[in-house]
């Protein structure tokens, strides 16, 4: 459930910036964290801080148990169908860095089209802009609705028997949409064609089952669903896996090793080389506990109805531009007139509110806005509608006073 009372959870949040409580409105960048998570991650340092699957004394195996415990907490969040489908990485970066190398640079060749969308992170973007170099493949672009959508008719246009990879954002880091991925797969799949998606802002917020989206590749990150920072997860189908060889080589990830030949270990610790993510794995397993016990779809409709309320606001402030469609995620993003955005977070911050300004890692999405950055308020569970009257209150004064500085 969620309630105000959510708030006293996490400890950060109880504090004040620049004389003001905080209101912190960047959970998109990275959530706070509980201190169900925080305890977790430091009851792993001080009780059983020690490597995993490699030693057979004690502190070896609790360390091991609650690592490979995190797995199949995540296994079970996202409905994947096996834990040899669940690699945990440093975050959805390394986790797109990694179907990249494994398995787009070794299927693809010239002629071949990966299709992407203007809206996307530059962690879905530069990884396949790096791929159609190597491989001579194309990029083609799903083109976007004017209120910054993509329709399905767009996607059966751009997707041909030439595309061997279409890699998607589920929800939109800017605009809050919420992309039709599952269908999407349908197409992709239809003409043979693998699906990745982008999970890093949709799997915080809301119920992810990737069997039911049929994506082939799913990735995410932890530090923005509650876990700690640098560590993610790469979900892919076993048969994918299996026939893909590891990003990365070194201790962990072998089975045998000769002095001019090697093997690998199976699923999912071939991908997962070198000394792993231990604490971080733990504290996403603790966030996952963390957000079930709250329920997804609780956090789902929390956010939507503070969307909504935002949009609302916002729509009667004059002066103000709001980019995105009406039905979203917990995300606005927005610009005051003739007032660079990070000028106005710079006026917000003064009031103890956090907000994000900048092109948000999605610079082609600005130019296609035409404009060179936004300001965004994004928002989580322990976000209220009083934090949203802050943020409007905070906008009158920026406004003001630029308004006098400008006359």
Same mark, same amino acid.
């Given at each position: 459930m969620?309630?105000?009372?959510l708030?006293?959870q996490f ?9 003001h409580?905080l $209101?912190?409105l ?5 959530s706070?964290k509980p201190?169900q998570?925080i ?5 792993y340092?001080? &009780?059983?801080n020690?490597?995993?699957?490699r030693?057979?004394? &004690? ?6 148990d609650?690592y ?5 907490k ?10 040899e ?5 440093r975050?959805?970066?390394?986790a797109i ?10 299927n693809?060749t010239e #002629? ?28 083609s ?14 996607v059966?246009k751009?997707?041909?028997?030439? &595309?061997?990879?279409v890699s998607?954002v589920? @929800?939109?880091n800017?605009?809050g $949409?919420?992309?039709?991925?599952k269908e ?6 239809r003409?043979?064609a693998?699906?990745m998606?982008? #999970? ?7 119920? @992810?089952d $990737?069997?039911e ?5 799913f990735?995410?990150?932890g ?6 920072t640098?560590i993610?997860v790469?979900y892919?189908k076993?048969?994918?896996l299996?026939?893909m ?11 045998? $090793?000769?002095?001019y ?8 610790w071939?991908f ?6 231990i ?12 957000l079930?016990d709250?329920g997804?779809d609780a956090i ?21 531009t709001?980019?995105?469609?009406e039905?979203r995620?917990? @995300?606005v &993003?927005f610009?005051?007139d003739?007032v660079h955005?990070?000028?106005?977070a710079?006026?917000?911050d003064?009031?103890?509110i956090?907000?994000r ?6 610079q082609?999405?600005?130019?296609w806005?035409?404009v060179?950055a ?11 509608k009083?934090?949203v ?11 003001e006073?630029f ?5």
């Amino acid at each position: 459930m969620v309630d105000a009372t959510l708030k006293k959870q996490f400890p950060l949040l109880d504090q004040n910036v620049n004389g003001h409580p905080l $209101v912190y409105l960047d959970s998109a960048a990275t959530s706070q964290k509980p201190f169900q998570v925080i305890e977790a991650v430091e009851r792993y340092y001080k &009780t059983c801080n020690s490597n995993v699957h490699r030693g057979v004394h &004690t502190l070896g195996t609790q360390a091991t148990d609650a690592y490979e415990g995190a797995r199949e907490k995540v296994r079970a969040f996202i409905n994947a169908s096996s834990l040899e489908e669940i690699i945990f990485t440093r975050g959805t970066t390394t986790a797109i860095n990694t179907v990249a190398t494994s398995y787009a640079r070794a299927n693809l060749t010239e #002629g071949d089209e990966i299709v992407i969308t203007p809206m996307e992170h530059h962690s879905n973007l530069i990884p396949w802009q790096q791929v159609a170099k190597q491989t001579g493949a194309t990029l083609s672009y799903i083109p976007l609705e004017d209120d910054g959508s993509i329709s399905l008719a767009a996607v059966e246009k751009t997707i041909t028997e030439k &595309t061997k990879i279409v890699s998607v954002v589920h @929800v939109s880091n800017v605009f809050g $949409v919420i992309n039709p991925v599952k269908e999407i797969a349908e197409v992709a799949h239809r003409h043979g064609a693998v699906m990745m998606v982008d #999970g890093a802002q949709s799997t915080p917020h809301m119920k @992810v089952d $990737v069997q039911e989206l049929d994506c082939d590749f799913f990735a995410f990150s932890g530090h923005k669903m509650c876990a700690p920072t640098g560590i993610g997860v790469l979900y892919g189908k076993k048969e994918l896996l299996e026939n893909m060889e590891p990003a990365e080589f070194g201790g962990e990830m072998i089975d045998f $090793v000769d002095l001019y030949e090697s093997t690998w270990k199976e699923l999912p610790w071939k991908f997962e080389g070198g000394t792993p993510i231990i604490a971080g794995a733990i504290g996403l397993g603790a966030a996952i506990d963390f957000l079930n016990d709250i329920g997804m779809d609780a956090i789902l409709a929390h956010e939507h109805d503070l969307a909504l309320y935002a949009m609302d606001q916002l729509q009667q402030f004059g002066g103000l531009t709001l980019y995105g469609p009406e039905h979203r995620a917990g @995300v606005v &993003t927005f610009n005051l007139d003739n007032v660079h955005p990070h000028d106005v977070a710079t006026i917000l911050d003064m009031n103890g509110i956090a907000v994000r300004a900048g092109h948000h890692c999605a610079q082609p999405l600005m130019k296609w806005l035409n404009v060179t950055a936004t300001a965004r308020a994004s928002f989580y569970l322990y976000n209220t509608k009083n934090d949203v009257d802050s943020l409007v209150k905070g906008l009158r004064q920026a406004k003001e006073y630029f308004g006098d500085v400008l006359s």
